[in-house]
């Protein structure tokens, strides 16, 4: 399976953008899909997560109420929609798969990444 995130940008403080992870090659309508994020000199670290179904998600106390992970299987897509922006938010953004019903948030734990979006909050 290949994962296309896109959505990214240049976004002012308080601002807010809808991150978009498209797959191809397979269905991921039985797979769990989480989000990650990478600063510049910072180590890759899990945001948020979604079952398979959408019935369950699981963010990071820092993005909580802020960051809302949704998806449509029918379109084989996540959504990453992300609100009150602020400058720390500034990352890489990942997507990433996994085979599964586990609210997994370690990075070995999941098996397929895409490429990843900039997402730049100023202040």
């Known amino acids: 399976v290949q994962l296309q995130a896109s959505g990214g940008g240049l976004v002012q403080a308080g601002g807010s953008l809808r991150l978009s992870c498209a797959a191809s090659?397979?269905?991921?309508?039985?797979?769990?899909m989480g989000w990650f994020r990478q600063a510049p000199g910072k180590e890759r670290e899990f945001v948020g997560v979604i079952s398979w179904s959408g019935g369950s998600t699981y963010n990071q106390d820092f993005v909580k109420g802020r960051f809302t992970i949704t998806r449509d299987n029918a379109k084989n897509t996540v959504y990453l929609q992300m609100n009150s922006l602020k400058p720390e938010d500034s990352a890489i953004y990942y997507c990433?798969?996994?085979?599964?019903?586990?609210?997994?948030?370690?990075?070995?734990?999941?098996?397929?990444w895409g490429q990843g979006t900039q997402v730049t909050v100023s202040s």
């Open positions: 990433a798969s996994r085979s599964g019903s586990a609210l997994a948030s370690k990075e070995y734990e999941y098996t397929y």
């Open positions: 090659g397979r269905s991921i309508s039985t797979w769990t």
